[in-house]
């Protein structure tokens, strides 16, 4: 099993381009997370999914917009994007939001530079 | 705003050395989970505790949660160079819907 993968690794774009990072899973979680990463903190988390068709706001969503249209693929999208969006952004997938089942998976990161 | 803070942000010790860290939180959990990065790469997640367990080993590594103070700590013992890494706390809330990581402690271990 690949785990969790995201495409592509690194990308640098001008301020007001847009672009779409994708997460895939092949464990069959219900789960999926989006979060990004800014230098010396922690995870913070920008949207999340339930479910196939399904999608919530998490804590930092301003600027993003998800899509999950299947399950193993999880999209994230930045429609016009600023130089704050410079980030590492981590994709990740757990079978359940509930329960010891909790424990995350999380694909190896999408370095994004905005100009 | 945080709901788990890691205690210290740095530490840096010698090979052999035992290496704690700290991580306290705000709300009622669920469970409680440790999480480690090395540089440029992923998290991968070592052991969960839940709120019911008070400790929890898994191989060099020892847990403890305490629910009155709303805190945990993290022991590594004999570490080597490659426990190098940031390590994380995350606590998944009562409703199961939050997922909240701290900002983490950076471990050095020397050679």
């Known amino acids: 099993n690949a785990g969790v993968t995201q495409t592509p690794k690194f990308r640098v774009l001008k301020t007001g381009q847009s672009m779409t990072l994708l997460c895939a899973q092949d464990?069959?979680?219900?789960?999926m997370y989006w979060y990004r990463q800014d230098p010396g903190m922690g995870l913070r988390l920008i949207h999340y999914s339930v479910g196939e068709g399904t999608t919530a706001k998490g804590e930092v969503p301003d600027g993003y917009n998800v899509s999950r249209l299947k399950k193993q693929n999880f999209l994230l999208g930045l429609e016009s994007a600023a130089p704050s969006q410079t980030s590492v952004y981590f994709c990740a997938s757990s079978y359940s939001g509930q329960g010891p089942t909790d424990t995350q998976y999380f694909g190896p990161g999408t370095r994004l530079t905005v100009l | 705003s945080q709901q788990g803070e890691e205690d210290p942000q740095a530490l840096s010790i010698q090979e052999g050395e035992n290496a704690t860290m700290n991580c306290s939180y705000k709300t009622s959990i669920n469970n409680l989970q440790w999480y480690r990065q090395n540089s440029g790469r992923g998290l991968v997640h070592l052991i969960l505790i839940r709120s019911n367990e008070r400790e929890k080993h898994s191989g060099r590594l020892r847990v403890t949660l305490d629910t009155s103070k709303k805190s945990s700590s993290l022991l590594i013992t004999a570490s080597r160079a490659a426990d190098t890494a940031s390590y994380f706390c995350?606590?998944?809330?009562?409703?199961?819907?939050?997922?909240?990581f701290g900002p983490g402690t950076r471990l050095s271990v020397l050679p």
């Open positions: 995350a606590t998944v809330d009562n409703y199961g819907q939050n997922f909240v």
């Open positions: 464990m069959n979680h219900e789960y």
